[in-house]
């Protein structure tokens, strides 16, 4: 009789957790305490499986109603942030528009009303450039791409490389030497540096198309570059530089030579 | 709140809100008993959710928030006051009842059929038919449904039980109505 209410107290309190258990509601050592007892008891755990059922007839009887595509449609529209018509934003625009165009202004009078001061300032700043450039050849084991006294060999390797063709002339007879030629750059424009001896001085002579450049050098003429010596002058819309340690007058007569 | 701030927080919202239409729909619907009511229950809830979106604490629960405004929209509804009115038979507070070991004659679940049981659950009392349908269908925790009902744990414990209790003893007496 004690043995019978005892276990009818076993099975009221296991009974009494199983649909914590069956929610997922009970803490991990309680589970493991109802596992163990479920497989021992076939009671409990055929009691366990029917209401399992039971959960599981409740949950499919209970998802029945689905709703009109339309009201899903009506309501994902009242919540989706609407895309704001372009009048909407037309003060934005307006305000947009007038800022740059006096930004257009102003950069258009800064570019036709480059004071002397900043005119120098640039001139000195691609000097140093062309120099470092002229110095970088020199100091190179390979000073040139092509090595070649002959200016037929020379003007067509350019071919494709940059974007412009130019003169070479005939240099025979004349106190200079052709070394060789390669591609260099010079704000982001790519051009020619014609590498020439005289005596023991090397020149190197920059060709790049002059519009592509952001200053005028037509009337630069010559300049002093970190002691060397510069010469600027324009043909054919090309603008050359003639830089070296020789003297100005041996700049001056390769100008010429190649202003020919 | 500047415009592009009310966007990004309109843009997260849907994100979060618009796959929990179904859900919500058929609690509704379950609610209300009434399928226009159902779909105005939604979109009451839809459009204040989104009102009082900035007020969603990120990192709780979202779905047991939108739950919990549904419910609410619906209690302040004719058909949810009316529902209110009716009286539960035992007290809240008390403990979850006993579970009686049920002999196979009140096992009942292979003779039932779904359109009895959908009927025992819709003639639940409202306070037992949310706690059973959040439990059994939305699958939520007790400390989900008792935020979504805005209720202690004890309660909803104790709702519950009473809840499948209550479903138990309907369906048995659908399916003896019915028997021949």
């Known amino acids: ?260 | 709140m500047c415009v592009l701030e009310e966007r990004s927080s309109a843009s997260s919202f849907e994100q979060l809100a618009l796959p929990l239409f179904g859900r919500l729909y058929n609690f509704a619907h379950w609610l209300a008993q009434n399928r226009e009511e159902a779909e105005d229950l939604v979109q009451e809830t839809y459009a204040k959710a989104l009102k009082g979106f900035s007020s969603f604490e990120p990192g709780t629960n979202f779905k047991a928030w939108m739950f919990r405004i549904l419910r609410n929209t619906f209690l302040n509804s004719r058909t949810g006051l009316k529902a209110a009115t009716v009286p539960l038979d035992l007290a809240d507070d008390d403990p979850a009842l006993p579970a009686e070991l049920e002999t196979p004659e009140t096992i009942l679940i292979d003779r039932t059929s779904e359109q009895i049981l959908q009927g025992a659950i819709a003639e639940l009392p409202v306070a037992y038919r949310e706690v059973l349908l959040l439990c059994e269908v939305e699958e939520m925790s007790y400390q989900e449904m008792a935020t979504a009902l805005a209720i202690p744990v004890g309660t909803v414990m104790s709702r519950l039980s009473r809840a499948r209790r209550t479903l138990r003893e309907a369906v048995r007496q659908k399916v003896g109505r019915s028997s021949p």
């Not at chain 1, 803490?27 to 163990?36: A, R, V």
């Not at chain 1, 020619?192 to 001896?197: E, G, S, W, Y």
């Open chain 1, 1 to 260: 009789m004690t043995e019978d209410r005892t276990e009818k107290t076993t099975h009221e309190r296991w009974t009494g957790q199983l649909d914590a258990y069956l929610d997922g509601e009970l803490d991990s050592s309680q589970m493991q305490e109802l596992d163990g007892h479920l497989r021992e008891c076939s009671g409990c755990t055929a009691e366990a499986l029917r209401r399992l059922q039971w959960k599981r007839a409740i949950r499919s009887a209970g998802q029945c109603y689905v709703a009109d595509p339309a009201v899903r449609e009506r309501i994902r529209k009242s919540i989706t942030p609407a895309k704001a018509a372009w009048w909407q934003w037309r003060p934005a625009l307006a305000a947009t528009a007038a800022l740059l165009l006096v930004l257009a202004g102003a950069r258009i009078i800064q570019l036709e009303t480059v004071s002397p001061k900043r005119q120098l300032a640039q001139e000195g700043w691609m000097a140093g450039e062309l120099a470092d450039l002229h110095v970088a050849t020199l100091a190179s084991a390979n000073p040139v791409d092509v090595v070649s006294s002959d200016r037929h060999s020379v003007k067509p390797w350019f071919a494709g490389k940059i974007p412009f063709s130019f003169n070479l002339p005939e240099l025979q007879g004349s106190q200079f030497e052709l070394v060789g030629g390669r591609v260099s750059y010079l704000e982001q424009s790519p051009g020619a540096q014609l590498l020439f001896r005289v005596r023991k001085h090397q020149i190197s002579v920059f060709i790049f198309q002059a519009k592509a450049l952001p200053l005028d050098f037509a009337s630069a003429g010559e300049m002093d570059a970190r002691s060397f010596h510069l010469e600027c002058w324009q043909r054919d819309g090309l603008q050359y530089f003639a830089i070296s340690d020789a003297a100005p007058e041996d700049l001056r007569a390769l100008r010429d030579l190649l202003g020919k």
